[in-house]
C-alpha cells in the first residue's frame, strides 16, 4: 500500500513535534571570507538585525564575501525499513528575508545540494575559486534551484524554492532520508555583487526558516524491488549486478538490507522475490530468472569483473536450486 505524505525539517532550538513539521537542532553555518586564505565561521550562524541568520556574499563583499550551509539531519522524519520513502514527488526549502532594506538585497543565491560531509568548521570561503568561494570543498555539488532576490519586500518576506531533482539527486535524497542522514543544503550567491541574509533559528515554534519540506510516496518496499517501481525484475538485477560487492546503502542500490554492502543476502532476497509485482503495470515485464542473469553475464557495461561474474552466478544457481522452478 502507498500513500502521499508531506513532511518537513526545520532548524530549531527544540526537539518538540509541531504539527507536520519535524524539529531538530540547529546545524548551519555562515563561511565568511576574512580577506585572507583563511575564513571566520560563524556557527551556528551569524547575528543580523538582533536576529540569527545565514549570509550569501559575492566577493564584491570584500571581507564579508560568504556562503552558508544548511544540514538537515532527516532521521526525525521516521522512515523505516519496512515504511520507506520510495519516491519523491517534491522537496521545496523556505527561507525568510532579513534585510531591512530591500534595496540591500541583490542579484541571485543559488541553492546546492550536497554530498560532502565535511564538517563546517573545517570549510572557508576561497576568493580565488570565483565568486561563490566554494571551490571543490563541497563536492559533489547539484544546483536545485535559484533565488531571486530582487523579488524581496524587505524583512519577513518569504522565498520558497521548489528543488529541480535529476534521477541521481532523488535516489541520493531517498536514501538520506530513508536511512535519516543529513541533506546538506547550500547557499551560495551566483555572482560577485550578490548581497543576502535570511533568517535562521528561531527559539520557538512557529518554525518557518530555514525549512526544509519532503513530499513522498511512501509504503512498504518489496525486497528485492531496488528501483522503486513495486516490481522485481531484470532491473532490479542490473542494479544489484552492478552494485555487487560494493559498498552501498539503501534498496536504491540493492542493498537491501541495509548493511551497507551488496552481497548474497541481498540477491537472496531478489531471487525470493523475483517477478513479484509484474502485471501492476510497471516493471519490464516476466522472465525467468535464469535467463535474466545469463542476459546480464553478457551485457557489455557496465557490468563485474569476469571473476565477480563468475560468484555471483554460482550464488544465484545455488538460490535457483533451493526454490521451485521459475
Not at 71 to 100: E, K, P
Amino acid at each position: 500500500m502507498h500513500f502521499i505524505t508531506t513532511r518537513r525539517l526545520a532548524l530549531s532550538t527544540t526537539s518538540a513535534l509541531c504539527l507536520l513539521a519535524f524539529c531538530v537542532l540547529p546545524v548551519h553555518a555562515t563561511i565568511v571570507s576574512s580577506g585572507t586564505a583563511s575564513a571566520t565561521v560563524v556557527e551556528p550562524s551569524q547575528t543580523f538585525s538582533g536576529s540569527s541568520s545565514l549570509s550569501v556574499a559575492g566577493t564584491d563583499s570584500g571581507s564579508q564575501a560568504a556562503f552558508s550551509v544548511i544540514d538537515f539531519n532527516t532521521s526525525a522524519l521516521g522512515f523505516t525499513n519496512q515504511t520507506r520513502a520510495a519516491s519523491i514527488n517534491s522537496v521545496s526549502l523556505s527561507l525568510t528575508d532579513l534585510n531591512t532594506n530591500p534595496a540591500l538585497a541583490t542579484g541571485i543565491v543559488d541553492v546546492y545540494i550536497s554530498t560532502s560531509v565535511t564538517p563546517a568548521a573545517a570549510l572557508s570561503f576561497q576568493s580565488a575559486n570565483g565568486p561563490q568561494g566554494i571551490g571543490t570543498q563541497l563536492d559533489t555539488l547539484t544546483q536545485v534551484a535559484n533565488i531571486d532576490l530582487s523579488t524581496t519586500a524587505g524583512k519577513g518576506t518569504t522565498f520558497n524554492s521548489n528543488f529541480t531533482l535529476s534521477p541521481t539527486s532523488q535516489t541520493y535524497i531517498l536514501n538520506q532520508i530513508n536511512l535519516g542522514k543529513t541533506v546538506r543544503v547550500v547557499l551560495a550567491p551566483d555572482s560577485s555583487s550578490v548581497v543576502g541574509s535570511f533568517q535562521g533559528t528561531t527559539p520557538a515554534p512557529p518554525l518557518t526558516s530555514p525549512l526544509l519540506k519532503f513530499n513522498v510516496n511512501t509504503g512498504t518496499r518489496r525486497p528485492g524491488d531496488a528501483n522503486g517501481d513495486n516490481v522485481v525484475d531484470i532491473q532490479d538485477l542490473t542494479i544489484v549486478v552492478n552494485d555487487w560487492q560494493q559498498a552501498d546503502f539503501g534498496p536504491s542500490t540493492g542493498d537491501f538490507d541495509d548493511s551497507g554492502f551488496v552481497d548474497i543476502r541481498d540477491l537472496t532476497a531478489l531471487v525470493n522475490n523475483w517477478q513479484a509485482g509484474v502485471g501492476s503495470g510497471s516493471g519490464s515485464g516476466s522472465s525467468s530468472f535464469a535467463s535474466a542473469a545469463e542476459q546480464l553475464q553478457f551485457a557489455a557495461s557496465p557490468v563485474p569483473e569476469p571473476a565477480t561474474i563468475a560468484a555471483f552466478a554460482c550464488g544465484a544457481l545455488l538460490l535457483i536450486s533451493r526454490r521451485k522452478p521459475l
